[in-house]
């Protein structure tokens, strides 16, 4: 499965953005992972293919960062997907 490009942080926005929207998989596979108890290290591999070994810093920035903001989706982002759109 293909990833979209990613930032080592995606954007922190008190809205669901458009980096949101194109990884909401990713964000997914992600809750799904943690949830089953996967490694850290596995994680990474699989879904952003990084080596976390060969970038240990970036790889865990990467995970946590979007582990975090794939948990703010279900607890708060989601509220924004449901209010009405502006045309």
Known sequence: MS??????????????NSYDER???TYL?????????ADWHEIVRVIFALD??????????????HLARAKWMTETGYRHLLEPRLQ
């Open 3 to 16: 990833i979209p490009p990613f930032d080592d942080r995606p954007p922190q926005t008190l809205r669901v």
């Open 52 to 65: 976390p070994i060969a970038e240990p810093v970036r790889a865990r920035t990467v995970y946590e960062s």
């Open 23 to 25: 990884h909401f998989v």
């Open 29 to 37: 596979r992600l809750l799904d992972a943690d949830a089953e108890g």
